[in-house]
C-alpha cells in the first residue's frame, strides 16, 4: 500500500515491500506477518493500529532485524533512504541501528540498565557509534540538549532509573532513540505502561522530538483515541494482513474496511453511552489461515465471494487504500446494503 502526503514531503524514507515473518512450532509455522506493504515519508508520523497478536510489533521487530528465533523473516524488501536492510551484514547491522532505524521498545522503562547511571547509558549508545568523545563536556552539552528535546531537567544526569517517575524513563529512552538522530524511529507501544495523563504528556513529547530533530516516526499501538491526536496516518492491521492505510483524519470520518469500522465504534465515549460493540465470529487459527479475506470469518458483511478471492488493497478514495469486496466495482451494490445495516444495527 503506498500513498502520497499531501502537504508534507514526499521523499519516501522508509519502503516496505511483501514483508512477511513466521514463527516455527512443532505444529507448523504461524503466519505473523503477511505480505505487508507500505511507504513512511520524510517527517511523518505513522500509527500502526491492531488488537494484540495482529502483527503490529512483530512488523516492527521484522524491519529492525530484531525478529529472535523461532521467527523468522520469509520474504520481503525493507529499504531505509536507499539502504536495504535485509542485505546488511551483523556489523552494518550495527551501525545502522540507532543511525538508520531506532526503536523504543514496548515496556520500555523496564529497558533501561538499573545499574547505570542516566549519563552513562546515553554516552553508551553515542560512543559505540561515535567512538570515545574527546570532550566531556560538549558531551553532556549535548546530553542537556537531548534532555531539553524531550523536556527533562538536567538533575536526572547522575541519577539512576529507579531515581525517576515512569513518565522520566519513558522520555530517556524516547531520549536514546532519537540521540543519533535516526532516520526512521520506532515506538512499540510506548506509552502502553503509563497512566493516561501521562501517556498524553510522553505521546506529545514523541511527536514534538520527531519534529525538533527531524526524524520519521511510527507509532504501534491500540489506542485508537490517542494515537488520533498524534499521527498524519494510520495503518490498521489485522491477523498479519494491512488491511487499510489513510489519513488520520479520514479514517476517523469514513472509516472503509469493516474492521476499521467496529474497532472505531468501539472507542468508549465520555459523552454519549453507547452499548459495547462485540465483533462476533471467532479467530481463525494462525497457522491456518481462512482462504480469500482473513477476516471473514469475523465479518458481518462477508459473502461467497470473501472466501474465493482474497481482496487486494483497492485505492478506494483518495489517499485511502482498503483491503475489501465490498470496495471492488464488482459489488457496489451489495456495499450500499451492507453499510445502511450497519448504520442501523
Ligand atoms: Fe468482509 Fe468480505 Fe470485505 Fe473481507 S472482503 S472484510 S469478508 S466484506
Redesign the pocket.
Known amino acids: 500500500m503506498e500513498k502520497q502526503l499531501e502537504n508534507g514531503s514526499e521523499r519516501v524514507v522508509l519502503k516496505v515491500e511483501k514483508l512477511r515473518i513466521h514463527y516455527a512450532t512443532p505444529q507448523g509455522d504461524v503466519i505473523a506477518v503477511s505480505d505487508i506493504s507500505f511507504d513512511l515519508f520524510e517527517g511523518e508520523t505513522l500509527g500502526l493500529v491492531g488488537e494484540s497478536g495482529c502483527g503490529k510489533s512483530t512488523t516492527a521487530y521484522g524491519i529492525l532485524q530484531l525478529v529472535q528465533p523461532p521467527g523468522y523473516i520469509v520474504n520481503g524488501s525493507i529499504e531505509v533512504d536507499g539502504t536495504e536492510v535485509l542485505d546488511l551484514g551483523e556489523e552494518e547491522l550495527r551501525k545502522f541501528r540507532w543511525t538508520g532505524l531506532s526503536l523504543i521498545p514496548q515496556g520500555a522503562m523496564n529497558s533501561l540498565n538499573p545499574t547505570m547511571r542516566i549519563k552513562d547509558q546515553i554516552i553508551d549508545v553515542i560512543e559505540s557509534h561515535e567512538g570515545k568523545q574527546k570532550s566531556k563536556e560538549a558531551l553532556r552539552d549535548r546530553i542537556f540538549e537531548l534532555f531539553q528535546n524531550v523536556g527533562l531537567p538536567n538533575r536526572i544526569y547522575d541519577m539512576y532509573p529507579h531515581e525517576l517517575s515512569g513518565g522520566m524513563k519513558q522520555r530517556v529512552c524516547i531520549a536514546m532513540g532519537v540521540a543519533l538522530h535516526p532516520t526512521v524511529v520506532i515506538a512499540d507501544e510506548a506509552t502502553s505502561a503509563l497512566d493516561v495523563v501521562v501517556q498524553r504528556i510522553v505521546a506529545q513529547t514523541l511527536v514534538k522530538v520527531k519534529d525538533e530533530i527531524g526524524v520519521s516516526l511510527i507509532v504501534i499501538g491500540h489506542d485508537m483515541g490517542l494515537l488520533a491526536q498524534i499521527v498524519d496516518r494510520i495503518a490498521v492491521m489485522y491477523a498479519g494482513k494491512m488491511v487499510e492505510i489513510a489519513p488520520v483524519e479520514n479514517i476517523y470520518a469514513e472509516p472503509l ?3 476499521t469500522r467496529l474497532l472505531i465504534d468501539s472507542i468508549p465515549s465520555i459523552k454519549e453511552r453507547k452499548p459495547l460493540k462485540i465483533t462476533e465470529g471467532i479467530t481463525h487459527d494462525p497457522r491456518n489461515p481462512p482462504s480469500g ?1 482473513i ?2 470469518l469475523r ?1 458481518p ?3 461467497e465471494h ?1 472466501a474465493e478471492e482474497e ?1 487486494e488493497p483497492i485505492d478506494a478514495e483518495h489517499k485511502h487504500e482498503v483491503a ?3 470496495y471492488d466495482e464488482r459489488f457496489e451494490e451489495r456495499r450500499a446494503n451492507a453499510f445502511a445495516t450497519f448504520a442501523n444495527s
Do not use: G, K
Open positions: 474496511h469493516p474492521y479475506c477476516f471473514r465479518c458483511f462477508a459473502w470473501c481482496p475489501c469486496h465490498l
